[in-house]
Every structure is written in structure tokens, then in C-alpha cells.
């Protein structure tokens, strides 16, 4: 069982908006402002898509957002395009012995 | 731009060694600014933190819980790669292993190897 809690699945139209929650703790997700999000196709390694909650690396669309509230961090994708359908997880720093943390990964639909 | 490249085997026996390597282009291993890091994936236990090795004016490393007892990563300076060796290793192993590379700049894994599915079968 993964230490961040994730949905198994989020689906939704070409062009709409959807938001995949990741939800720890105050020892991690609620402590930090180092929550990551990764996207990873099928046989692939995982792609980081957002650092320090809310920053992009460079090259990575702004169609990809992130926030958070309390013990919850938020990936939002807007103006969804087929090409967002792969899974996505959730990384956190973690206090004492746990260090790091991952979701157990949203896969992620466009209809 | 950085690159990880990762090597060994896809297959080990129950109670043996498993050994990976990741071999670092576009930085070094002795980077004050990085860590270095082992991930494993697999159906049953998600996406899982290993261990990491990184250099502050000198070698260090942290492993997760709960393989802390099995497993050592090393940085090897004369390669500019690093290596994770996990022992006794039972089916329960199996999985796609990782190698990464964490910014002290981001806080986050930037940069990962292709991935390593390695099976523990007799």
C-alpha cells in the first residue's frame, strides 16, 4: 500500500479540465512544498511534469499545473489532448526514516 | 543534458544478489547538487524509493526501511556511475528497477534511466 493516496483512474474529454488529488499527511504531503508529479506511459520510465508543488521544468506544457491545500496536492491538466493518456504519480519528501513517499498512480483516460 | 544508462541482469535466483548498475553522462557522480537513486515498480507494491547515494564533502547514503537490512548503494568515481546490490532477494523482488538522479535545485527526480525488469525465479 503506497504512503500517498491516489484515485486508480480519472477520465475525461478532449479539451476539458480534470484534477488528480494526492493525499499524505502533515509528516509529508501537508509538511513540505516538495511534492513531484510524474507521467509515465506504458513501458516507459516516468517524465517529471512538477517540482516544489507548483513549478514545471523547463519544456513541459503549461497545460500541466499544480497546487496544494493541507494534507492534499493537486495535478490539474487542462485542454486535455489524447497524447495526456498515461499514468500519473505523486512524489512527496517524507520526515524521519520514510525520506521519500509515491501515490499509488492515477491513470488518466481521454474519452 | 544528463543521461542515465542502466545495465545487469534480467533474471536472479532466490537468496542471491541482485546487482544493477546506472552509468552518469552529463554530470558526476561526486555533483554537490544531486543524489543519486535506486526505484523499483511493480504491480503489487506501485512505485517504491530504494535507497540514494550523494557527495557533501563526503559519501553518503539513505535506504528505505524496508530493505535497509539488504541492500547497498555505491558510488564508483573512477566510472562516474553508481550501483545497487540488494540481497537475498526472494520473488517478492520482482520488479522494473529505476535509476534516478534528484536536484538539490528542484527537490524532485529529474532525470531516470530506461528501467531494469529483473525477475527472481529459480
Known amino acids: 500500500q503506497s504512503a500517498l493516496t491516489q484515485p486508480a483512474s480519472v477520465s475525461g474529454s478532449p479539451g476539458q479540465s480534470i484534477t488528480i488529488p494526492c493525499t499524505g499527511t502533515?509528516?509529508?504531503?501537508?509538511?513540505?512544498?516538495?511534492v513531484s508529479w510524474y507521467q509515465q506511459y506504458p513501458g516507459k520510465a516516468p517524465k517529471l511534469l512538477i517540482y516544489e508543488v507548483s513549478h514545471r521544468p523547463s519544456g513541459v506544457s503549461n497545460r500541466f499545473s499544480g497546487s496544494k491545500s493541507g494534507n492534499t496536492a493537486y495535478l490539474t491538466i487542462s485542454g486535455l489532448q489524447a497524447e495526456d493518456e498515461a499514468d500519473y504519480f505523486c512524489n512527496s519528501h517524507a520526515s524521519s526514516d520514510t525520506l521519500v513517499v509515491f501515490g499509488g498512480g492515477t491513470t488518466l483516460t481521454v474519452l | 543534458q544528463v543521461q542515465l544508462q542502466q545495465s545487469g541482469p534480467g533474471q536472479v535466483k532466490p537468496s542471491q544478489t541482485l546487482s544493477l548498475t546506472c552509468a552518469i553522462s552529463g554530470d558526476s557522480v561526486s555533483s554537490n547538487s544531486a543524489a543519486w537513486n535506486w526505484m523499483r515498480q511493480s504491480p503489487s507494491r506501485g512505485l517504491e524509493w530504494l535507497g540514494r547515494t550523494y557527495y557533501r564533502s563526503k559519501w553518503y547514503s539513505d535506504y528505505a526501511v524496508s530493505v535497509k537490512t539488504r541492500i547497498t548503494i555505491n558510488p564508483d568515481t573512477s566510472k562516474n556511475q553508481f550501483s545497487l546490490q540488494l540481497n537475498s532477494v526472494t520473488p517478492e523482488d520482482t520488479a522494473v528497477y529505476y535509476c534516478a538522479s534528484w536536484r538539490v535545485q528542484s527537490e524532485a527526480f529529474d532525470i531516470w534511466g530506461q528501467g531494469t525488469m529483473v525477475t527472481v525465479s529459480s
Open positions: 502533515s509528516s509529508d504531503v501537508g509538511g513540505y512544498n516538495y
